[in-house]
């Protein structure tokens, strides 16, 4: 390059808009999409380790996609190759691959392909990229501002992954702004002075759009005089002449056009009024033709509305021939009319048994039409056609059971009515008059076979097992529901899984998470060991991050491999019960949660457990024997000594309350189910024990003589000796956030 062509180079960089100067150049100049580039966060992580599989980013203008494209390029060592699916076409692909194919072969590098606007690609054009990208010739990342899972190919797409992109929020469009004033690259060898209203101004105009922003900005500063000590203020008059009017993120033919439409068909079954009039503005206010939203509300007042209210359909025809006459802009009362009273009239989605109907023409064999239901005008004589037609308007109310379907689908029932507005009372008519038809129709059959089933004899522990490992199951299952419900988990959020152990929480955790990441802590190094060897079958990238070791040390560990993480989410299963400071286990906890997080724990609440002398009868025994048994029983859990049961649910909520987690929320529940007393568990009760293990026994043996423990001993056997009781189990379910503080306890 000469000295000619680097100061054209110059010129054209200084002539470059402000949004393009200000282009960050690596990930710590990114501003915004913490979601998915914080701290931990799998893409940050995957572009520090330069081990980047091809992506799309989807998201709104002005958030990034081809400014994260550009660091990406100053991060990795990958030659980087960009073009412009408006301008490109199957040429320029190729041009690329060969290109990337050189480079790959002499030198053994790898090229990232950026192309912006991706979903104008036709279908040939994606089609040429598939092979190269399949192979690894290239690495493909697309920018979009469409809905990729309808503008991409799905073999395209099945290769690639979807990182979606946020408009910006005040924090960063401030930050944006400021940054533009002081970076030499923008105005930082001016003097500009922007007042607080104005800043204010643009980022709310900017409605999440960094380019808006800057645009904007530019033109405020570039068309101001400075004064005479050569400064330039921006005040909020001259903000609002540089950005008047929102931008709002809709085009009549992309993603945000559908959207919204969506939105409000949805605000309008809802039957929610005011969402139903703040999308209606929004494309009214975008340019919508109001055309095309009365043909979506004619649709839905048939589809969704239907019989429930018969004049819904009326009111909308009304509506939409009275704005033809009227016009913009009284037309716009006649639109919020039809709107309002679709939202609030009552629902029925009743006529989508038409589309049943169909489906059972389009699958089933073509059936006769009934002989009394035929033309009796053209063949009644050679045919007989019509005859023993029941005429209804013969009958009372105008009705009379016969058959109408073939005779194939008799007792098929398509329209299912609601019960709502008009359609409730004819529902019950119709549903009457079916009865009434099907009766005709087996009048004098009876049906009176009985069914029985036989199999042969299992043993008590087979049935039992089946049984239970039925019970269990659905219990887990259960269980793993209420933990994740309350965390209202994200794609991009942090996870942590206290006493993971089986992995039962985490692989859930991590189907939730694909953009986020799972931690896994046990304190068992077998199981931690084991999930570890299960979590090397995924890629590297996508592995949950196990740690072992005791809970209290989970801030260090996690500081070690990842310095200032802060998870999203917490959930655990019996992680707290063995541990005798709680109260130190929730301050731990809280260091390791970012602002907004939550945590969803459940566990067993010992101190409530199943007491074995509930299970026997005991009458059998001597009245001040059974007192001093049910003592001995009821120390157990009253020992003070002993972290498993020396706390209650009201301890629990105190230690996370006083460890500043907010709206503490606790409910024990009860769980009974069916268990098998073998006669080895009873020999594992009334083992003698020791120091070391502490059986039934030999708690009873500190109130009881020998004599008497052989006499409880022998109650045991006769009563629970291979016989199946109900157990019961209290757990008690705790979850808690940082948020504004409410604290409620039931059971």
């Known amino acids: 390059m000469d000295l000619f062509e680097a100061g054209?180079?110059?010129?054209?960089?200084?002539?470059?808009?402000?949004?393009?100067?200000?282009?960050?150049?690596?990930?710590?100049?990114?501003?915004?999409?913490?979601?998915?580039?914080?701290?931990?966060?799998?893409?940050?992580?995957?572009?520090?380790?330069?081990?980047?599989?091809?992506?799309?980013?989807?998201?709104?203008?002005?958030?990034?996609?081809?400014?994260?494209?550009?660091?990406?390029?100053?991060?990795?060592?990958?030659?980087?190759?960009?073009?412009?699916?408006?301008?490109?076409?199957?040429?320029?692909?190729?041009?690329?691959?060969?290109?990337?194919?050189?480079?790959?072969?002499?030198?053994?590098?790898?090229?990232?392909?950026?192309?912006?606007e991706v979903h104008r690609f036709n279908k040939a054009q994606q089609d040429a990229l598939l092979p190269w990208v399949e192979n690894g010739t290239i690495l493909l990342i697309g920018a979009t501002t469409e809905n990729p899972y309808f503008s991409v190919n799905r073999p395209l797409l099945s290769r690639s992954r979807v990182f979606q992109l946020q408009g910006l929020n005040t924090k960063d469009l401030e930050k944006i702004a400021l940054q533009a004033l002081v970076d030499p690259r923008g105005y930082g060898n001016r003097q500009v002075a922007l007042q607080p209203d104005a800043l204010a101004h643009l980022v709310d105009v900017a409605n999440g759009d960094a380019r808006a922003l800057l645009n904007a900005l530019e033109l405020a500063v570039e068309t101001t005089e400075p004064n005479t000590q050569g400064e330039i203020t921006v005040d909020l008059e001259v903000a609002e002449e540089s950005i008047q009017r929102r931008a709002l993120l809709y085009d009549k033919e992309g993603d945000y056009h559908f959207d919204t439409i969506s939105a409000f068909i949805k605000s309008l079954r809802g039957s929610d009024p005011d969402a139903t009039l703040y999308w209606l503005a929004r494309m009214v206010y975008a340019g919508e033709?109001?055309?095309?939203?009365?043909?979506?509300?004619?649709i839905f007042a048939s589809e969704d509305i239907g019989l429930a209210d018969t004049e819904a359909l009326q009111v909308v025809v009304a509506a939409a021939e009275s704005f033809d006459r009227v016009g913009l802009p009284e037309g716009r009362f006649s639109l919020a009319h039809a709107a309002l009273y679709l939202a609030t009239a009552p629902k029925s989605?009743?006529?989508?048994?038409?589309?049943?109907?169909?489906?059972?023409?389009?699958?089933?064999?073509?059936?006769?039409?009934?002989?009394?239901?035929?033309?009796?005008?053209?063949?009644?004589?050679?045919?007989?056609?019509?005859?023993?037609?029941?005429?209804?308007?013969?009958?009372?109310?105008h009705w009379v059971a016969q058959q109408y379907l073939p005779s194939s689908l008799q007792g098929r029932a398509f329209y299912q009515p609601s019960d709502q507005g008009r359609e409730k009372d004819t529902g019950d008519q119709v549903r009457r008059r079916r009865e009434l038809q099907l009766a005709a129709m087996v009048e004098g059959e009876q049906h009176s076979n009985e069914v029985l089933s036989f199999s042969p004899p299992d043993q008590q522990r087979d049935q039992w097992l089946k049984r239970a490992g039925g019970e269990i199951s659905a219990q887990l299952e259960r269980l793993r529901d209420r933990l994740f419900t309350p965390l209202n988990l994200e794609r991009h959020h942090l996870v942590l899984d206290l006493e993971s152990n089986?992995?039962?929480?985490?692989?859930?955790?991590?189907?939730?998470?694909?953009?986020?990441?799972?931690?896994?802590?046990?304190?068992?190094?077998?199981?931690?060991?084991?999930?570890?060897?299960?979590?090397?079958?995924?890629?590297?990238l996508e592995r949950p991050e196990v740690i072992q070791g005791p809970l209290l040390d989970l801030a260090e560990q996690v500081d070690a491999r990842e310095p200032g993480l802060r998870f999203d989410a917490v959930l655990g299963r019996n992680a707290l019960g063995p541990l005798a400071d709680k109260a130190e286990v929730a301050v731990a906890l809280a260091k390791q949660l970012a602002p907004q997080s939550r945590i969803s724990l459940v566990e067993t609440l010992s101190c409530q457990s199943q007491r074995l002398h509930q299970l026997v009868d005991l009458n059998r025994l001597d009245p001040d024997l059974s007192e001093r048994l049910i003592a001995a029983e009821e120390a157990i859990y009253a020992?003070?000594?002993?972290?498993?049961?020396?706390?209650?649910?009201?301890?629990?909520?105190?230690?996370?309350?006083?460890?500043?987690?907010?709206?503490v929320q606790s409910k024990v529940e009860s769980l009974q189910s069916q268990r098998l007393i073998e006669l080895r568990q009873l020999n594992h009760w009334f083992s003698p024990g020791g120091e070391k293990r502490h059986t039934y026994a030999n708690f009873l043996a500190q109130a009881l003589d020998e004599d008497e423990l052989q006499q409880v001993r022998k109650l045991f056997d006769h009563c629970l000796a291979n016989h199946t009781v109900t157990w019961t189990t209290s757990q008690v379910f705790l979850v808690a956030k940082f948020g504004e503080s409410t604290v409620s306890t039931t059971s």
Do not use: C
């Not at 033709?289 to 004619?298: C, E, G, I, Q, T």
């Not at 989508?352 to 033309?375: C, G, R, S, Y």
């Not at 939730?512 to 890629?539: F, N």
């Not at 002993?642 to 987690?661: I, K, M, R, S, Y």
């Open 349 to 397: 989605n009743s006529t989508l048994a038409f589309f049943n109907a169909l489906e059972t023409v389009e699958k089933e064999q073509e059936d006769d039409v009934p002989n009394h239901l035929k033309d009796a005008s053209r063949d009644s004589e050679g045919f007989g056609h019509g005859a023993g037609y029941l005429y209804p308007h013969a009958y009372r109310d």
């Open 502 to 540: 089986t992995g039962l929480l985490t692989w859930e955790a991590m189907r939730r998470v694909p953009e986020g990441r799972v931690w896994a802590h046990s304190t068992d190094k077998i199981a931690a060991i084991a999930l570890h060897e299960t979590a090397t079958y995924l890629p590297e």
């Open 639 to 663: 020992d003070a000594s002993n972290p498993q049961v020396n706390w209650n649910v009201e301890d629990l909520v105190a230690h996370f309350t006083a460890a500043g987690f907010t709206q």
């Open 289 to 298: 033709d109001p055309r095309f939203l009365f043909r979506r509300m004619l």
């Open 8 to 116: 054209l180079q110059a010129r054209q960089a200084d002539d470059q808009p402000l949004a393009a100067r200000l282009r960050p150049r690596h990930l710590d100049e990114y501003i915004g999409q913490n979601h998915i580039l914080g701290p931990g966060r799998l893409l940050r992580r995957a572009i520090q380790a330069d081990q980047l599989a091809s992506l799309i980013f989807y998201g709104p203008p002005g958030t990034g996609k081809t400014t994260l494209a550009s660091v990406i390029a100053n991060t990795t060592s990958a030659h980087f190759i960009t073009i412009n699916a408006v301008l490109a076409g199957v040429a320029q692909i190729r041009q690329a691959v060969d290109e990337a194919g050189e480079l790959r072969k002499l030198h053994g590098r790898k090229t990232i392909l950026f192309i912006d």
